[in-house]
């Protein structure tokens, strides 16, 4: 349950007259309806103050509380917009104040009794926001408005690195990297990036964040270009679905390349399966276009989503990466063993180099032979560090072909 009430509308009312709030409560009314499904209920209460029912939530706590923060969230943006009153410009903002109930609970007086004092807590902190009534969600949702406001605020100061992870071949030769954002985190140190990419992805920080990436990425290219042991190797850059779709990716990609001087050639882009569902007509031809400039196309955690066997072979793709779950019980599951030799075949069938991630022990590196795969990844080789630890290769490592 939504409370919604409007802030300082009383002033409204006490200078322009009462003709002009009801013009204003009716257009807020307009707009909460635009945002209301067709199980959802919007009232109001009485003045200034409505009530919106949302209903059919995940019964997920966390995803509900996500759900309900993307409405709030539009909500609280759509009666921030400024009104036409008469022709006369006005600005009004609403604060919102959540309760969750479950679907049996018969004491409604309970819960409007608690949205309405979180909404008075969504008031104190400032007005023209929301408010949850449970203290752990309303945790949860201001934690994650401070890390989106951190992860804005390190994007203009540029404060994320990339670490690198070899790749190696069968005889424990280096041929590749794979580049790992790490976030500089003023307080927190260096955080991995499954505790930021997501919400860099929800709030569309991915999109900057990712040619940033790239840009660091196609300068360390440069800088190996010109070192002997480094010259050849490839150098893997994930590529997250929002960036991939973008209609500006391709330019931007190349744009990238060109300012830096970085061979497209020693250039990968990681996609994933989920990327591979929408639109295969777009994605071919945007995957044609960087492949015609040389860049490589790798699909990330093969066997984990659900690749469309018919896309695959259709998708100019140069290599498949094996979820590392299947590596990880390669050897005590004989099933996992099963779905890493059907990959290797398909690799070869469809002429696609295969890789596996995630080699942790010479057993799993012997088994992935004997199996031939050719190409592998994994702390057994080297964790991912910085990208000075590549030029001391292979002396850095005591690892035998
Ligand atoms: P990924 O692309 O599948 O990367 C491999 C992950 O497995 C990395 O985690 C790596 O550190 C870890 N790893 C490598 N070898 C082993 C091993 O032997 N055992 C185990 N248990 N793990 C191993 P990391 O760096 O935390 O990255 C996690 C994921 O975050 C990546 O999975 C990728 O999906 C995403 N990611 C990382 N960097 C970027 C980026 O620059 N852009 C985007 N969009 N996503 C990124
Ligand atoms: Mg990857
Ligand atoms: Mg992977």
Redesign the pocket.
Known sequence: MLFIDLDNFKNLNDTLGHDMGDLLLQQVAERLNSHVRAQDTLARLGGDEFVLMLEGLNLKPEQAVRQIEKVGNKIVAALASPYNLKGRSHTSTASIGIALFPAEYDKVDEVLKRADMAMYEAKAAGRNGMRFFDPRMQAEVSARASLESDLRQSLGQRDFILHY?PQVDAQGQLIGA????RWQHPTRGLV???EF?PLAESTGL?LPL?RL?LHIACQQLVAWAAHPQLAQLTLA????AR?FHHPDFVEDVFATLAESGANPQRLEL?LTESQLVEDVEVLIGKMSQLKARGVHLAL??FGAGYSSLNYLKRLPLDQLKID?SFVRDLLEQPSDAAIVRTILALGANLNLAVTA????TQEQYDALQDMGCRRF????FAK?GPAQNLEHWPLATTLAG
């Open positions: 992870q794979e580049a790992l954002v991995p990036p499954g990419i991915i990712g990436i850059v994930n590529v997250s960036q990681e990330d955690d590392q991630e995630g080699v942790e990844q994994g702390y057994l991912p």
